[in-house]
Nanobody
Framework: QVQLVESGGRLVQAGGSLRLSCAVS????????MGWFRQAPGKEREIVGA????????YYADSVKGRFTISRDNAKNTVYLQMNSLRSDDTAVYYC?????????????WGQGTQVTVSS
């Protein structure tokens, strides 16, 4: 069993930056592709980005491309989501996921989520 625990969500002003972390336990993170989803109030959950277990070129949703960066530190069993130039429409609960594959719509493991609120 894999456990995912997100942290780093908070209130931030528009234009600011934030880094989310996802600590993985139960299995070695290097075995899995990892990703981030988000769900805004009243909206469906959507993929933010994903990175394969080899750490190759990450996938990003068009809405975050050029602003968000996914990275992984296999030695620390941790995945990160660096978010820059934040906008009010980035406000959402962000979920760390593990065990997916292209086209990144289905994932085996989910974290409990961390709230990101961007004030305009």
């Amino acid at each position: 069993q894999v456990q995912l625990v997100e942290s780093g969500g908070r209130l931030v002003q528009a234009g600011g930056s934030l880094r989310l972390s996802c600590a993985v336990s139960g299995r070695t993170v290097s075995w899995y592709s990892m990703g981030w989803f988000r769900q805004a109030p009243g909206k469906e959950r959507e993929i933010v980005g994903a990175i394969t277990w080899t750490g190759g070129t990450p996938y990003y949703a068009d809405s975050v491309k050029g602003r968000f960066t996914i990275s992984r530190d296999n030695a620390k069993n941790t995945v990160y989501l660096q978010m820059n130039s934040l906008r009010s429409d980035d406000t959402a609960v962000y979920y760390c996921v593990a065990g997916g594959s292209p086209p990144w719509t289905t994932w085996t493991y989910w974290g409990q989520g961390t709230q990101v609120t961007v004030s305009s």
